[in-house]
């Protein structure tokens, strides 16, 4: 058969057919594997098991993107003409020169920010094992896995990562570890004989194998079915490629302003110009009028004030251990309206836990974190001789090894259930190397998918006989015994008796706990095999789970003070997804959570209704969460992702801010997140969400400022030629000067003004809404009049009271008294409430040193001989100085009667 007519690997369900039908449908041979020639074919038909990666912008169009912002594109207009005109006199054109300075420096912060590589596909390569043992032409051979192709036998072990997606053909005592793609915990046992149906999950799929996975024990054979972009893996990189970054609040709400600004200013202009021509002004002089106010109304120094104050927030964040990516997530994190949640690793501590115990006398809970082994017993020391002999038991009938790494961390060689075990006798002091030398192995039977039961053989060196101890479902363990232990001895076990432990074994599991049976067996002589698992005597259940952080409840609480959703999506199963849900707060009892198997039939509507309310998804597959997130989006929801694995990269990326865990996220998880936890704490999202309101807070602050000073500017030079005056009072460079000195330093310095104490008591800042919201549009109108109302008078004053008219010291007064009315709003700005005499000056000690050093800058511009050439400045006498900082004054008098206006207005309205 040609390698055309073979069927196409991804129309198949593998899951519900058997080993030979797989084998005769992809014309393999599970002894001899496939021949050179049908690799060749093979290879060319479906290419190599690689990851395909999409082209991305290159750095030139990520530098070209930087200067596609109308308010630079104007900058350059007006840097352009303003050149022409200087060169046209000719004098040196330095206001062309430093506006495009400033277009450059913007430019290349913006670049800077955004020239980070897409590292996701080569992330995701790394999961690929780099050698394969396969059977070709009758033969193992060993190659490299982009070699392999769908019909290949590759053979798989212990500590080997699964190169491709496959059918399988044998497994022996198969554990594969597929957190990183379903989001469990806890190891998974595949049984090749298995048959599922078509709408089976993908986590339950136990006669598959998945790419990326990894073999925690046992050893298999497995039928290549998918490879590179058709393998589960792939469909994920797949995802990520199709996966657009929305633009973040602040982005659209910039664009916006840009928008207004620019608009506002050629309007502005056309209406000068107009009114200047009909009344017989020169166009020259006219255009030269227009470049002023161009420059005055363009906030020259946002950009740079905005990428710096989101720079500060970083730093503040990896203080918090939160690793921020992308620069705008940091004031996008106070929008945030809903956290979907990963369950594994990120709620849970992705380590298994025994919690409870359950013998014939005793119930006996048990603390602990991890596999620290420290941990107290809800009765007393010394512990009873029953449980003693249960704890001795799990900790003999064990594979696993707990052992500390460098970072003085415990971990587990070896399977996680079985690594709860052992620390759980290592809280009770049970060392496991002492326990091997007092208890050394003779035999075994392994853990298998039918049995569901291990046990082992072992001497007994304290009294020189042996014993036999055996551990595995409640179920399985209990049909070998026929007696129950107790502290000094042991007898019959009842019917009655029977009922009572089961019961309790489905009332753990019932609550998502994973229950074991624990059994035992002393001996005189040495047992055959087929004995060991006789007559064993009943110790106990065991209780175990992938346990709750212990801040994370807390953290839920004070999201849903805050007004912030939790979600929980996981790919766990819905009993332990609903009782870890029920105990963090996320849901509550009786609340419905949906599988993966009802998203499957769900149309996207039928979603966009019970994501309304529904708070627990389990079993989902990556695809499903991705639909998740998009039906949340859908509903105006602001979405805030978390997850650590591969399956939870193209959610991270969709999502308004994806949020990667530092320390067990995946590579992949981290290069399409915003956001990396350092910690792998939920509880630092709830301290980032207050940095990122706070951020915000600041930056409509400072633009409040900044744009209630350049509205004052605009008018005040608009209104010059109209009251007959000669000139402009301020020239592009002065303006320039203003808006990035006398501007920026103090706008810096309310960037990091502190943050309220009631922050995270409000409700999240609604991503849809202007940056001119609450008021802070007609502010920026009303005290931008006062502004300009205030230098007009003073401009007019100035004019018609100095020696001469045309030199520049009318102009100079006017210059001098906008900057210092800058910075006595800068002072009356940090609070909308509260007078500047309430305020604690040493509370931003940043702001007071602003102020000092541009009002002495600004004093340097008119004494400095250099500095007031190049700016064009006289000096002023003390008269006149006094005059300037008189005129600045009234700016704060007039904020400051505004907030008690407005006390007294809502005191009254409050009283009626």
Known sequence: MSPSSLSSPKAQAWHTLSASESLEILQSDQAEGLSSQQVSDRLNQYGKNELVASAGRSKWQILADQFSNVMLLMLIGVAVVSAAIDLAKPEFPKDAIAITLIVMLNGALGYFQENKAEEDLAALKKLSSPNVRVIRDRQIQEILSPELVPGDIALIEAGVQIPADGRLLEAVNLNIREAALTGEAQGVIKDSALLFEAGESLGDRLNLTYQGTEVLQGRGKILITATGMQTELGKIAANLQSVENPPTPLQQRMGQLSNVLVIGALALVAIVVSIGLLRGGKFLDLLETSLSMAVAVVPEGLPAVITVTLALGTQRMVKRKALIRKLPAVETLGSVTTICTDKTGTLTQNKMVVETIYTAEYGVQVTGNGYAPTGEFSIPQPLPSQVQTLLTAVTVCNDAHLQQNAQAEWVVIGDPTEGALITLGAKAHLEQAELAVKFPRLSEIPFTSERKRMSVLCANNIDHNFVVFAKGSAESVLACCDRLQ?????????????????????????????????????????LEPKDLEQNLIWLGLVGMRDAPRLEVADAVALCHQAGIRTVMITGDHQLTAQAIAQDLGISEEGNISVTGQQLEVMSDAELDQISAYTSVYARVAPDHK?????????????????????????????????????ITGTDVSKEASDMVLLDDNFATIVAAAEEGRSVYTNIRRFIKYILGSNVGEVITIAAAPLLGLPDVPLAPLQILWMNLVTDGLPALALAVEPSEPDMMKRPPFDPQESIFARGLGSYIVRIGVIFALLTISLMLFAYYNTEDTWNAHWKTIVFTTLCLAQMTHALAVRSETRLIIEINPFSNPYLIGAVVLTSSLQMALLYVPFLSNFFGTTPLTGKELAVCFGFSILMLVWIEMEKIAVRIYKHFNHQA
Request: aromatic content about 2%; cysteine-free; proline content about 4%.
């Open 486 to 526: 107790f502290d000094d001895h042991d007898q019959p076990i009842t019917e009655q008796q029977r009922q009572k432990i089961l019961e309790q074994n489905n009332q753990l599991a019932s609550k998502g706990i994973r229950v074991l049976g624990i059994a035992h067996q002393p001996s005189e002589v040495m």
């Open 626 to 662: 991705l639909r998740i997130v998009q039906s949340l989006q859908r509903s105006h929801q602001f979405v805030a992702m978390t997850g650590d694995g591969v399956n939870d990269a193209p959610a991270l990326k969709q999502a308004n801010i994806g949020i990667a865990m530092g």
